[in-house]
């Protein structure tokens, strides 16, 4: 089993601190879109979501794209055209109606 240093067990407890302000700060977000979710039929809980430093909160449930957005086409890749999937989700779960 790998030791780590001090240096290092810091930064992961500091990771872990700020994941938990983050899902925190936006509850309200998280809120919404577990709402919005649910409308769909997609059922999501606390556990669901993670902070990931470098791009935020994420919901992770498999295939979630596919059951939010069934009309959603994938590529001879697997991947979907981005551009596509914006406009479909241009308004912020913010702004949502409690």
Known sequence: MREYTDF???Y??????QEIQELEKNDKLI???K??????G????ERDFKYVQTI???AYKPNIVEKLCPELIRDKEGLILIL???PRFSQTF???PE
């Open 8 to 10: 290092q067990k810091e």
């Open 12 to 17: 992961f407890e500091n990771l872990k601190k």
């Open 31 to 33: 809120q919404n879109f």
């Open 35 to 40: 709402k919005f979710c649910s409308k769909k």
């Open 42 to 45: 997609v059922r999501l809980n």
């Open 56 to 58: 935020g909160i994420v």
């Open 84 to 86: 596509i999937f914006f």
């Open 94 to 96: 913010l702004e949502m």
